[in-house]
């Protein structure tokens, strides 16, 4: 057996360099590059190997650890899970920093390699700088942070402990049941300790995604169900882009005239002008999807794991004889709500529904009422996105006027706040890969590092971020990142003077206006700032303007399109209004017990929606 002898940095890069995957019949690196921000835990060790091996494993600079993780995940959910990055921090903060981006990828199942560094293996000159001692556990570090979100972890004490882990991880990152993000705990020591590699390790090696078919008992009743559902609908997650199966839901429901309503990972499955398009199910709902969805007896739900905001807290499906059917490529996932399990690759099972129905299509009663609700809800969303003069506009007009600017072939970044659920009613989504929300872990700050990694992922493609004060404020820097990089961004800052998403929620649960909106926080005499969003973004390097108003903001957009780099557009915005239409229930608990007549009103409101929840297991 021949061998080579690196160290365990170089042989973690030459083994990262190696995998590969094959796109649209081209292949291509499956890990797309390496974000790192170094330290001394990480600059000498996995730093020298990362800067040899960088003509093979390209390696970006950051300005927050957290917020290149949010660029690496980006990039893996406009990838499809087919490429994704690694990212590299020194022990300490940020390691730590790395956390809540890994939950991130964790509960949106996207793939995420982290590099931390870690505290001496040897111990000899412990406690070493940023070094947590735990007086009950020196096994203990900061990276331990990372166990409840990563899908893997591990702490490679010795440099042949790669031959074991790192195929591991590779077969969780590439996992279609599996895939999330994957720590790699390296003590600084043994990031720069040789080893005599086998060769055979770092041979190119082709990894591909495991496509399981149905099992033919489950398909059997599942098309049972189908065949006997008289107002069957069915619900779109992100498991039909990561399978690749957009194609095969147009074909299915084109052939069998099943109404589609789209979750916000699966939004864009469909065109927003398709026929059988719905649009948003759930809290953030249109009203033609949950008016369907409350009357349906059979809901086939299609690569979704039905959190919450899908299901409107369960409550969601109002026919008492309403089943629903979980194809899903993950068993846990599939046995949800009391479903009929159909567990398979959405595209394998789109295909043997189709092929096991013949030529069974929707009642046509149940076709009307289709059209019917489609006809309806465009009409109300060409009303609530249509041009104002007012001059503090809603974020549907916003957004209605970013659409209106946006290609089809453009795509929308957002995450947290009120702008995620405008979007979901409202956006009309023309093409897959062109809505970006990131709404399964609604984290603030996601929205800017976000926008990078799907401009990096899908180049020749316009990316429009919309993001609120509140995020823009609580992380920005990857926007110098973007401008660094050459990375096209145009960024709309939707300034409601505070947390306007939530300051909605509370009042709605009968309390008052309190630490939301920056009226109604604690400050000096003089006030809180006024916030000038374009100068900040010109500081980093972007161009920047503030406008008012609708009519502004449109002659702006054109600008930004003929920008040849990253592009900042500021607005003041209402922070009081949110589209009214469609929507459903979502359990927030209120006060048992209050002195408010406000707070003891809602709480009697929501013990009442807490009788529409279904009990399914």
């Known amino acids: 057996m021949k061998t080579i002898r690196l160290t365990c940095s170089q042989a973690l890069v030459r083994y990262l360099s190696a995998q590969q995957v094959e796109i649209d019949g081209e292949t291509r690196p499956l890990i797309a590059g390496v974000w790192a921000i170094f330290?001394?835990?990480n600059v000498a060790g996995l730093g020298e190997a990362l800067e040899a091996g960088r003509d093979l494993?390209?390696?970006?600079?950051?300005?927050?650890?957290?917020?290149?993780?949010?660029?690496?995940?980006?990039?893996?959910?406009?990838?499809?899970r087919r490429q994704f990055m690694a990212c590299t921090t020194s022990i300490g903060p940020g390691a730590t920093n790395l956390v809540t981006a890994a939950a991130l990828a964790h509960v949106n199942r996207l793939p995420l390699l982290l590099l931390p560094g870690d505290y001496f293996a040897s111990r000899a000159p412990d406690p070493v700088l940023q070094q947590l001692e735990n007086p009950g556990d020196p096994t203990l570090s900061v990276n331990d942070t990372l166990r409840p979100v990563s899908r893997y972890w591990d702490r490679i004490m010795r440099p042949e402990q790669l031959l074991n882990s790192l195929p591991r991880a590779m077969q969780v990152l590439t996992d279609s049941v599996e895939c999330g993000p994957v720590t790699l705990a390296l003590p600084q020591d043994v990031q720069s300790e040789a080893w005599d590699f086998p060769e055979a390790f770092f041979l190119p090696q082709l990894r591909e995604t495991r496509r399981p078919p149905p099992d033919s008992r489950e398909l059997e009743r599942a098309l049972a169900a189908l065949v006997r559902a008289r107002m069957p609908l069915l619900i779109a997650g992100g498991g039909v882009h990561y399978a690749g199966a957009c194609d095969a839901l147009r074909q299915f429901?084109?052939?069998?005239?099943?109404?589609?309503?789209?979750?916000?990972?699966?939004?864009?499955?469909?065109?927003?002008?398709?026929?059988?398009?719905?649009?948003?199910i759930g809290v953030t709902g249109s009203s033609a999807a949950n008016r369907l969805a409350a009357e349906a007896d059979l809901v086939l739900c299609v690569g979704t794991r039905l959190q919450d905001f899908t299901t409107a807290s369960r409550s969601l499906f109002a026919n008492p004889d309403c089943r629903l059917l979980a194809l899903n490529v993950a068993a846990f996932d599939a046995s949800k709500h009391g479903a009929i399990e159909l567990v398979s690759d959405a595209l394998r099972g789109l295909d043997a529904l189709d092929a096991g129905l013949s030529d069974w299509r929707v009642e046509p009663a149940w076709a009307d009422r289709v059209r019917e609700e489609v006809a309806l809800w465009h009409a109300t969303v060409e009303r609530v996105t249509e041009a104002s003069a007012v001059e503090r506009p809603t974020d549907a007009q916003v957004l209605g006027a970013v659409n209106r600017a946006a290609s089809d072939d453009a795509v929308v970044v957002c995450a947290a706040g009120g702008l995620p659920g405008e979007l979901h009613k409202l956006w009309r989504c023309a093409r897959p890969n062109g809505y970006h929300v990131e709404y399964g872990y609604s984290c603030m700050g996601y929205e800017i590092a976000g926008g990078l990694g799907t401009a990096m992922a899908l180049p020749g493609r316009e990316v429009f971020v919309l993001v609120g004060d509140g995020s823009y404020l609580m992380?920005?820097?990857?926007?110098?990142?973007?401008?660094?990089?050459?990375?096209?961004?145009?960024?709309?800052?939707?300034?409601?003077?505070?947390?306007?998403?939530?300051?909605?929620?509370?009042?709605?649960?009968?309390?008052?206006?309190?630490?939301?909106?920056?009226?109604?926080?604690?400050?000096?005499?003089?006030?809180?700032?006024?916030?000038?969003?374009?100068?900040?973004?010109?500081?980093?390097?972007?161009?920047?303007?503030?406008?008012?108003?609708?009519?502004?903001?449109?002659?702006?957009?054109?600008?930004?399109?003929?920008?040849?780099?990253?592009y900042v557009i500021a607005l003041a915005t209402d922070p009081g209004p949110s589209t009214e239409e469609g929507g459903a229930w979502w359990e927030v608990a209120v006060a048992e017990v209050s002195t408010r007549e406000s707070v003891s009103i809602a709480r009697r409101q929501y013990q009442e929606s807490k009788l529409r929840q279904r009990r399914d297991t």
Not at 256 to 273: M, N
């Open 57 to 80: 494993l390209p390696c970006y600079r950051a300005h927050n650890e957290q917020g290149m993780a949010h660029a690496a995940i980006a990039y893996a959910k406009a990838s499809n």
């Open 39 to 41: 330290g001394h835990g």
């Open 253 to 280: 429901v084109e052939r069998t005239g099943l109404p589609v309503a789209e979750t916000q990972a699966g939004k864009g499955a469909l065109p927003w002008d398709h026929p059988a398009q719905l649009g948003a």
């Open 475 to 566: 992380m920005n820097s990857e926007l110098a990142t973007a401008v660094m990089l050459g990375q096209k961004l145009i960024l709309v800052v939707l300034d409601n003077r505070g947390f306007g998403c939530i300051n909605r929620l509370q009042q709605s649960c009968g309390a008052g206006p309190f630490n939301n909106l920056l009226a109604d926080c604690e400050q000096a005499p003089e006030g809180a700032p006024v916030i000038d969003f374009a100068a900040h973004a010109r500081a980093l390097g972007a161009e920047a303007e503030s406008v008012s108003g609708i009519a502004a903001l449109e002659q702006a957009l054109q600008r930004a399109l003929a920008a040849q780099g990253c």
